[in-house]
């Protein structure tokens, strides 16, 4: 199987800046908290695939981010790229593309930091599945109607999305046709839920009991309080 690139698009988890959506019943430091939990559980998994190399897309700060310390010693087994772009979209593409740069050759499979029950097996599982014969490309679409996780045999493939709108209930059911009619063959993964809401984070936390965005919300003052 040809070595491939493993992507994790993600926002240094500074308060006030990173879900939001879970405020409240959290506070934003809480959030902050859980979100970066979250991206170690998942520079975790990315990290533990046999043959691929883990590539982060980062934007923010991390001076003013949440576990600060464990971030920066967990980054320095990644390659690091900064974001660009003007839209998620944009954002997403670019990603691909700079790491194709670094990583000439390679397929690439992108995850965010939302879905951090998504570990090693898994992420190994989807990489068999993009290298299929007869397969482009696969996606795993989100239990809101995103998408958690996108593979391309040729990165250049994901200026395809580059245009589809994001945050919305069918962003998933856009993404896989803007692939489609692009002329790629996608494979579906399995659906994941990711982390938006308070419930989504109970879900997510119950998929993966023994990592850190599990320990994290065990922890949290406000989701104990509203359990």
């Given at each position: ?10 926002k ?5 800046r990173?879900?939001?959506?879970l ?5 934003p430091a809480?959030a902050?908290?859980l979100?970066?939990?979250a991206?170690?559980d998942?520079?975790d998994a990315?990290s533990?695939?046999?043959?691929a190399?883990?590539v982060v897309?980062?934007?923010?700060r991390l001076?003013?981010a ?5 971030l920066?010693a ?6 690091v ?5 003007h839209g998620?979209g944009?954002?997403?593409a ?5 790491t194709?740069a ?5 397929p ?8 951090p ?7 190994a ?16 679409l989100?239990?809101?109607?995103g998408w ?8 250049r ?22 692939l ?5 063959r996608?494979g579906?993964?399995?659906?994941l839920?990711?982390?938006d809401t308070a419930?989504?984070?109970r879900?997510?936390?119950d ?5 850190r965005?599990?320990?994290a919300?065990?922890?949290?003052p406000?989701?104990?309080?509203a359990?």
């Open positions: 199987m040809t070595p491939a690139a493993l992507i994790v698009l993600a240094s988890p500074e308060p006030g990173v879900k939001t959506r405020c409240p019943p959290a506070t809480e902050a908290d979100a970066a939990a991206l170690l998942t520079i990315v533990g695939v046999r043959g190399e883990p897309a980062l934007t923010g001076a003013g949440v576990r600060r310390a464990e920066t967990a980054l320095r087994g990644c390659r790229v900064a974001q660009r772009g998620l944009e954002r997403i670019a990603a691909h593309l700079d194709a670094l990583l000439a050759g390679r690439t499979l992108q995850v965010g930091m939302d879905t029950q998504a570990g090693s097996a898994l992420l599982t989807c990489l068999e599945r993009l290298h299929a014969p007869g397969t482009d490309g696969v996606l795993g989100a239990a809101d109607g958690w996780a996108m593979g391309l045999r040729d990165p493939a994901a200026g395809l999305v580059a245009g589809v709108p994001t945050s919305r209930d069918d962003t998933g059911e856009r993404t896989l046709r803007a489609r009619d692009g002329g790629l996608v579906l993964l399995p659906e839920t990711d982390v419930a989504d984070a879900t997510v936390a998929a993966a009991p023994d990592g965005f599990a320990a919300l065990v922890r949290c406000a989701f104990a309080a359990s």
